[in-house]
């Protein structure tokens, strides 16, 4: 059974940046293709950006494009979401996702079969 561990969710300031890390273990990271979720109180479950299992392949969502940006290494098998100009909008709890699907990726959250526990990212002067 897959393991995905995230970390890096803290409180940051308006325009802050954060790193947030998904360590996958008890399989290999290039079998998978990754996304990263997130969801707000009372809100559903939103994707944010996902990566194909070689990392050909990203998608954005709208409203992170630009500040955010995906990425992967494979050999310490860790997906990472670098957030840059992070807003108060931009709070939630965060969660990575592994597919088997390994051609390309999605941002419906059906489309992943593992997912980590999640870690909260609160964005607030």
């Known amino acids: 059974q897959l393991q995905l561990v995230e970390s890096g969710g803290e409180l940051v300031q308006p325009g802050g940046s954060l790193r947030l890390s998904c360590a996958v273990s008890?399989?290999?990271?290039?079998?998978?293709?990754m996304g990263w979720f997130r969801q707000a109180p009372g809100k559903e479950r939103e994707g944010v950006s996902c990566?194909?299992?070689?990392?050909?392949?990203?998608n954005y969502a709208d409203s992170v494009k630009g500040r955010f940006t995906i990425s992967r290494d494979n050999a310490k098998n860790t997906v990472y979401l670098q957030m840059n100009s992070l807003k108060p909008e931009d709070t939630a709890v965060y969660y990575c996702?592994?597919?088997?699907?390994?051609?390309?990726?999605?941002?419906?959250?059906?489309?992943?079969?593992?997912w980590g526990q999640g870690t909260q990212v609160t964005v607030s002067s």
């Open positions: 996702a592994a597919s088997i699907r390994r051609a390309g990726c999605s941002l419906v959250w059906s489309w992943y079969d593992y």
């Open positions: 008890r399989s290999t990271l290039d079998y998978y293709a």
């Open positions: 990566i194909s299992s070689r990392g050909g392949v990203t």
